[in-house]
């Protein structure tokens, strides 16, 4: 009778220790911004982000950037009416940044836009561009002209991470690095892009120049359709240790449930594995064709993560002792017999 009694007390503790998981998966959403929740563009004093709002920073090379508009569902950004020119926003998405620790864990960044006007244009050396990043808590500068002194230190000059880039003919479709920078090779404000690696001499970060993961072949020659709405969907995940695999994919429609337009996939390990924190993002494109105008409305970004979680020390601690203890009284049982 006693011994049936302690076989069911093993198979009750074991059944109890089976049912806790080592580490728990967290799927959560960091930060989802509609632009409706008090977002700012351009301020002078830009603000620390919250889960549904955050500072934008808008960036352009050969002029001053028109200063974005927000409206719910809807942050507007203008490119210059010319036949080369670079646009960039840059954010932060939280104050605590998202660390990928455990091999499977993933943090993710979806845009869902629209072509409002000519942003790339079929055929043409166009491209678009995203990101994330660690700021090292460096909130960004007010947006300015890129190809121009004034905020060579500050602001994004320090941030460390990674970039898809979605190429048009003529262009390249790469993932590539971004570390932190010196000083602006031609002009100090070329130091605070984050997303354009080399694209220009004197408005993109070249000191040091990012480093290629990959690069994905064919590129985009079909280019996107003026009015038409489009996901962006950008992930980077912990598939060994100090080995991060990053993706970009482009999808019709405001979701990814759409058609895949087109993907592209690279690694980052050993002397490229640069961080695996993240709390910032950029978002931007690269207009290479006939001078024409060239805007886009974004309608949401949103930052999810999952991030696996190790139980308490006293769930692990207790576990342990009931343990020890069957193996105490089975011990004691042994001897007996």
Same mark, same amino acid.
């Given at each position: &009778?006693?011994?049936?009694?302690?076989?069911?007390?093993?198979?009750?503790?074991?059944?109890?220790?089976?049912?806790? #998981?080592?580490?728990?998966?967290?799927?959560?959403?960091?930060?989802?911004?509609?632009?409706?929740?008090?977002?700012?563009? /351009?301020?002078?004093?830009?603000?620390? #982000?919250?889960?549904?709002?955050?500072?934008?920073?808008?960036?352009?090379?050969? +002029?001053?950037?028109?200063?974005?508009?927000?409206?719910? +569902?809807?942050?507007?950004?203008?490119? @210059?009416?010319?036949?080369?020119?670079?646009?960039?926003?840059?954010?932060?998405? %939280?104050?605590?940044?998202?660390?990928?620790? =455990?091999?499977?864990?993933?943090?993710?960044?979806?845009?869902?836009?629209?072509?409002?006007?000519?942003?790339?244009?079929?055929?043409?050396?166009?491209?678009?561009?995203?990101?994330?990043?660690?700021?090292?808590?460096?909130?960004?500068? /007010?947006?300015?002209?890129?190809?121009?002194?004034?905020?060579?230190?500050?602001?994004?000059?320090?941030?460390?991470?990674?970039?898809?880039?979605?190429?048009?003919?003529?262009?390249?479709?790469?993932?590539?690095?971004?570390?932190?920078? +010196?000083?602006?090779? =031609?002009?100090?404000?070329?130091?605070?892009?984050?997303?354009?690696?080399?694209?220009?001499?004197? *408005?993109?970060?070249?000191?040091?120049?990012?480093?290629?993961?990959?690069?994905?072949?064919?590129?985009?020659?079909?280019?996107?359709?003026?009015?038409?709405?489009?996901?962006?969907?950008?992930?980077?995940?912990?598939?060994?240790?100090?080995?991060? &695999?990053?993706?970009?994919?482009?999808?019709?429609?405001?979701?990814?449930?759409?058609?895949?337009?087109?993907?592209?996939?690279? %690694?980052? *390990?050993?002397?490229?594995?640069?961080?695996?924190?993240?709390?910032?993002?950029?978002?931007?494109? @690269?207009?290479?064709? %006939?001078?024409?105008?060239?805007?886009?409305?974004?309608?949401?970004?949103?930052?999810?993560?999952?991030?696996?979680?190790?139980?308490?020390?006293?769930?692990?601690?207790?576990?342990?002792?009931?343990?020890?203890?069957?193996?105490?009284?089975? @011990? @004691?049982?042994?001897?007996?017999?």
């Amino acid at each position: &009778m006693k011994n049936n009694l302690f076989k069911n007390y093993l198979v009750a503790f074991t059944a109890c220790a089976l049912s806790l #998981p080592l580490a728990a998966v967290a799927q959560t959403t960091v930060f989802n911004d509609t632009f409706g929740s008090g977002s700012t563009a /351009q301020s002078a004093t830009p603000a620390s #982000p919250t889960a549904t709002s955050t500072a934008y920073e808008y960036f352009q090379q050969g +002029g001053n950037p028109v200063t974005p508009t927000l409206a719910v +569902g809807d942050l507007h950004l203008a490119g @210059r009416t010319t036949s080369s020119s670079i646009s960039e926003v840059q954010a932060l998405f %939280t104050t605590t940044p998202v660390t990928l620790s =455990t091999v499977g864990d993933w943090i993710d960044l979806t845009v869902v836009f629209t072509d409002t006007q000519n942003i790339f244009p079929a055929a043409s050396a166009s491209t678009l561009n995203i990101g994330l990043f660690n700021s090292g808590g460096s909130l960004p500068v /007010q947006g300015v002209r890129l190809d121009s002194t004034g905020s060579g230190t500050g602001g994004a000059v320090g941030w460390t991470g990674y970039i898809g880039r979605i190429g048009g003919t003529g262009s390249s479709s790469p993932i590539f690095t971004r570390a932190p920078q +010196g000083a602006g090779l =031609t002009n100090p404000n070329q130091s605070q892009d984050v997303l354009f690696n080399g694209a220009s001499g004197s *408005s993109t970060y070249n000191n040091p120049a990012g480093t290629t993961l990959g690069t994905t072949t064919p590129v985009f020659s079909a280019g996107l359709t003026a009015s038409s709405t489009y996901t962006l969907d950008y992930q980077i995940s912990l598939s060994a240790a100090n080995t991060l &695999m990053i993706s970009n994919a482009l999808y019709s429609g405001s979701s990814v449930a759409g058609t895949a337009l087109y993907n592209e996939i690279a %690694t980052a *390990s050993g002397a490229t594995y640069l961080t695996g924190s993240f709390d910032a993002l950029g978002l931007g494109w @690269r207009f290479n064709s %006939t001078s024409a105008a060239n805007s886009i409305d974004v309608s949401s970004i949103t930052v999810a993560d999952s991030i696996q979680t190790i139980p308490e020390p006293g769930i692990l601690a207790l576990l342990g002792s009931g343990a020890a203890f069957a193996a105490v009284v089975f @011990r @004691r049982r042994q001897a007996r017999r």
